[in-house]
């Protein structure tokens, strides 16, 4: 268990639903990253929160959204999904040791 | 553009041989440098990483790596592998004034018992 939890572990959706993925960061960390992981694209940066306010952004469509709230959870809200989609999509959690990762969120777009 | 390169896409080993998979980033700047490993199914794990100081890192599981830095390279390395080793290997830079990470496109490992 690396401290950063994710939920759920997986989730199979249709196209054109919509989808929330949940980010839990390690105790004290402030920062939270979001990635997405595909065959194709590799390591994906997509967004950073700090403290509850946007950091920075990466390569995110704007399909998607994400928030970081006062008790520090992020939730990665995706919708109008397709196929392309379909990806493993992890958080992180950062202090100044260094970066730590969740398990991820399998998605799958059907 | 800030980048991060892995050459090797797949090697293959047998178990006892020596590895080095190669990293290089394309920036002149300050750098943080980490190796992370992910087994099958599982979530990044971080082996080592590099800040400051001697370039030569040691990380877990016998793994180390070199911080070049007149070649933007950080290589890892271990000197015998083992069959548990078979994982994917992803090499990510923390570029100075950049918060988030930017990783190779990885190195799938394969041990060969």
């Known amino acids: 268990d690396s401290g950063v939890t994710q939920t759920p572990k997986h989730l199979i959706t249709a196209t054109g639903q919509r989808v929330t993925l949940r980010c839990s960061p390690r105790?004290?960390?402030?920062?939270v990253y979001w990635y997405q992981q595909s065959l194709d694209q590799g390591l994906q940066f997509l967004i950073q929160?700090?403290?509850?306010?946007?950091?920075a952004k990466g390569n995110i469509l704007e399909r998607f959204s994400a928030q970081q709230f006062p008790d520090l959870h992020s939730e990665l809200n995706l919708s109008s999904l397709e196929l392309g989609d379909s990806a493993l999509y992890f958080c992180?959690?950062?202090?100044?040791?260094?970066?730590?990762f969740g398990s991820g969120t399998r998605l799958t777009v059907v | 553009a800030q980048s991060v390169s892995q050459h090797n896409h797949h090697v293959i080993l047998s178990e006892a041989a020596s590895l080095e998979l190669g990293c290089n980033y394309s920036?002149?700047?300050?750098?943080?440098l980490f190796w992370y490993v992910q087994y099958p199914g599982q979530h990044l794990q971080l082996l080592l990483k590099?800040?400051?100081?001697?370039?030569l890192v040691k990380g877990i599981k016998g793994f180390e790596a070199e911080f070049i830095k007149s070649k933007f390279s950080f290589n890892l390395r271990k000197p015998s592998v083992q069959w548990s080793d078979t994982a994917e290997y992803f090499c990510?830079?923390?570029?100075?004034?950049?918060?988030?990470?930017?990783f190779g496109t990885g190195t799938r490992l394969t041990i060969i018992p």
């Open positions: 590099y800040f400051s100081g001697d370039p």
């Open positions: 990510a830079v923390n570029f100075f004034g950049n918060e988030k990470l930017t």
């Open positions: 920036y002149g700047g300050t750098v943080n």
């Open positions: 992180a959690s950062s202090s100044s040791a260094g970066y730590t």
């Open positions: 929160y700090y403290n509850g306010e946007e950091r």
């Open positions: 105790s004290g960390d402030l920062s």
